[in-house]
């Protein structure tokens, strides 16, 4: 077995700073958008292969099919790119990272427009794999891309509201509520001072979060819970001829909706930092307690967060 040396000085500067974390982002978002967009493909194909012998999005098993694909999609773009940048492949986590001072806020946009970008190139993916069944399936139930009878096969993409929305009220909501407990999991899963998942399955963890997200909170609205998931996959299928379906996300229920998927997740994402910071690991810290014969919390180095490191002191000499 190969062995690699770590941290090499000769490794090039860029592969050890933004570079490499914007990289990161942008490929986790590809891999997140393959595989996620990847499941609701395989609908038009299983049927037009005729693999399958029910129509797509018959039955709940789908629903089920598809809330498997997408955990499964989140874990393995967390596995491949979360050593780099943490994996956040989702502006409300980054947000909330933000927030929570675990990146810096000049990092945010840069990371937003990776993310974005990377779901885009996704989409392009999947379409380049999934076009001839997804144009099969509308020319044979005569559907004209860019009407609202071409959302089924637009959805592939991105999401839209359920038909008895009439308002951007109940889909606003739906996306704060989703978004907020995705968020609220992921910086449980992941504090040292709580229950933090060990053994590596972090990740899959992470999957399993958006799959309960997606089987309880999903059918409002698609369950985008995750801005650049929605848009990048959105601004391609503008391209790929879904016009005002696409953008701004006209439905004849709710109109120009293209701004909830990415409003309702930051608002969402945002809420649960703070609510997980002030209501859950401030709690955790302050029962630490201190170590046996140290009286109070602020002489145990250990209790703190981020323990401080120690001091050089000046050898003593006899007198």
């Known amino acids: 077995m190969a062995t690699i040396e770590v941290g090499h000085e000769s490794a090039p500067a860029w592969r050890k700073g933004l570079i490499g974390e914007i990289w990161a982002e942008f490929f986790g978002c590809f891999i997140l958008i393959s595989f996620g967009d990847g499941v609701v493909a395989m609908l038009w194909a299983l049927v037009g292969s005729g693999r399958s012998s029910a129509g797509p999005l018959q039955s709940s098993g789908d629903w089920l099919l598809i809330t498997w694909g997408w955990a499964l999609a989140v874990a393995f773009a967390v596995y491949v790119c979360g050593g780099i940048s943490g994996a956040h492949i989702n502006p409300a986590v980054t947000l909330g ?17 990776a993310q974005v970008v990377g779901c885009f190139a996704g989409a392009a993916l999947v379409w380049g794999v999934y076009n001839v069944p997804i144009n099969h399936y509308d020319a044979v139930h005569h559907i004209v891309k860019g ?78 819970i995750n801005p650049a998931r929605d848009f990048g996959p959105r601004m391609f299928a503008l391209l790929a001829g879904w016009g005002k379906i696409a953008w701004p996300g006209n439905y004849g229920n709710v109109n120009d909706y293209f701004w909830i998927p990415i409003a309702g997740p930051l608002i969402g994402g945002a809420l649960a930092s703070v609510v997980y ?32 490191e120690p001091k050089d002191e000046e050898p003593r000499t006899n007198p």
Do not use: C
């Not at 990272?97 to 427009?113: D, G, H, L, N, T």
């Open 97 to 113: 990272a933000a927030i929570r001072k675990q990146i810096e806020w000049s990092k945010v946009p840069v990371y937003w427009v």
């Open 147 to 224: 009407t609202v009878a071409s959302i089924g096969t637009y959805s592939t993409f991105a999401t839209f509201p359920a038909a008895y929305f009439h308002s951007w009220v109940g889909p606003l909501v739906d996306q704060i509520t989703g978004t907020f407990f995705l968020v609220l999991f992921v910086w449980a899963l992941g504090d040292e001072f709580n229950l933090p998942v060990g053994s590596n399955v972090a990740p899959f963890m992470v999957g399993m979060v958006v799959m309960a997200v997606g089987i309880s909170f999903g059918a409002n609205a698609g369950y985008a």
């Open 277 to 308: 910071d002030f209501g859950i690991r401030d709690f955790l810290i302050a029962r630490l307690g201190p170590k046996p014969g140290v009286r109070g919390s602020g002489d145990n180095p250990e209790a703190l967060p981020f323990p401080p």
